[in-house]
Nanobody, 124 residues
Framework: VQLQASGGGLVQAGDSLRLSCVVSGRTFSYGKVAWSRQAPGKEREFVAGINWSGGLTSYAESVKGRFTIVRDNAANTVILQMNNLKPEDTAIYYC??????????????????WGQGTLVTVSS
């Protein structure tokens, strides 16, 4: 499985950004895709996840109501729509795929395949 993330950039607080993750290769119907992020000096944290086939979603509390994760089936792409961005959202954002059956979206160690990361910078 290969993942290609894109869409990061420099924006001001309150602005929106749309991150895309193209997933290719052999996927599993019970797999899931997650976006996570890592800010300078901090550990990587879960942001949002979506079930590969069923569309179930999960969000970190810090982004609920501002971020939306959706899957474009035709394009094998998972999109993270980020609205009302805050300076604390500044980080490198990664998408990842897990073929582990079940498990929690937030369990980042289950995600075997990772994209290269895209930088999001939010200025105040």
């Amino acid at each position: 499985v290969q993942l290609q993330a894109s869409g990061g950039g420099l924006v001001q607080a309150g602005d929106s950004l749309r991150l895309s993750c193209v997933v290719s290769g052999r996927t599993f119907s019970y797999g899931k895709v997650a976006w996570s992020r890592q800010a300078p000096g901090k550990e990587r944290e879960f942001v949002a996840g979506i079930n590969w086939s069923g569309g179930l979603t999960s969000y970190a509390e810090s982004v609920k109501g501002r971020f939306t994760i959706v899957r474009d089936n035709a394009a094998n792409t998972v999109i993270l729509q980020m609205n009302n961005l805050k300076p604390e959202d500044t980080a490198i954002y990664y998408c990842a795929f897990s073929g582990v059956y079940g498990g929690r979206f937030q369990q980042l160690r289950d995600y075997t395949y990772w994209g290269q990361g895209t930088l999001v910078t939010v200025s105040s």
